[in-house]
Antibody, heavy 120, light 107 residues
Framework: QLQLQESGPGLVKPSETLSLTCTVS??????????WGWIRQPPGKGLEWIGN???????YYNPSLKRRVSISTDTSKNQFSLKLTSVTAADTAMYYC????????????WGQGTQVTVSS | DIQMTQSPSSLSASVGDRVIITCRAS??????LNWYQQKPGKAPNLLIY???SLQSGVPSRFSGSGSGTDFTLTISSLQPEDFATYYC?????????FGPGTKVDIK
């Protein structure tokens, strides 16, 4: 059974960089059928797609975050990571890592989520 | 960006009721439409993909329909475990965008 697990600091200071890692077990992130990415949800609000990475190279980002976001993979550890620079309070959210199937880009597996708060 | 709207934003229903949630896209998205269920404190769960395909393991009381700009999610007979928030998502264009959600609670 595929499992995704987010890890990283739960508190980040304004203007600093948010860094999260997703560890995948039960399957390889090298599969050509899937994209790997991040989705976030501010407290009490809806879902926002952040971006995906495919085959460890091709990246797709939400234009609203594009200047600040990067997603990368470490295939040796079967992990992928999110970096979001220059964070503000508006970046406070539950961050989910996710697997997207290349059929209709549906998210078929989610991590449990990790809460990140931006505050001094 | 493609804007997604959902109606209603919330509804109250009883066990056994038929529930219909609608989702509208601001432009034609063919059938690049997915539905998710989210319970409090949990990650969303995929119910329907490609507008009408039932994800493996999802009960058959869930169904989806539509194409172009108008879509529906139907729960044929609401069960206690179905009380949750439901989101549609378009994956026709980047950025993939979600609807604002429909909260289904107990009448």
């Amino acid at each position: 059974q595929l499992q995704l697990q987010e890890s990283g600091p739960g508190l980040v200071k304004p203007s600093e960089t948010l860094s999260l890692t997703c560890t995948v077990s039960g399957g390889s992130i090298n599969s050509g059928d899937y994209y790997w990415g991040w989705i976030r949800q501010p407290p009490g609000k809806g879902l926002e797609w952040i971006g995906n990475i495919y085959y460890g190279e091709r990246t797709y980002y939400n234009p609203s975050l594009k200047r600040r976001v990067s997603i990368s993979t470490d295939t040796s550890k079967n992990q992928f990571s999110l970096k979001l620079t220059s964070v503000t309070a508006a970046d406070t959210a539950m961050y989910y890592c996710a697997r997207t199937f290349s059929d209709r880009y549906q998210v078929d597996y989610w991590g449990q989520g990790t809460q990140v708060t931006v505050s001094s | 960006d493609i804007q997604m709207t959902q109606s209603p934003s919330s509804l109250s229903a009883s066990v056994g009721d038929r529930v219909i949630i609608t989702c509208r896209a601001s432009q034609n998205i063919n059938t690049y439409l997915n539905w998710y269920q989210q319970k409090p404190g949990k990650a969303p769960n995929l119910l329907i993909y490609a507008a009408s395909s039932l994800q493996s393991g999802v009960p058959s009381r869930f169904s989806g329909s539509g194409s172009g700009t108008d879509f529906t999610l139907t729960i044929s007979s609401l069960q206690p475990e179905d009380f949750a928030t439901y989101y549609c998502q378009q994956t026709y264009n980047i950025p993939f965008t979600f609807g604002p959600g429909t909260k289904v609670d107990i009448k």
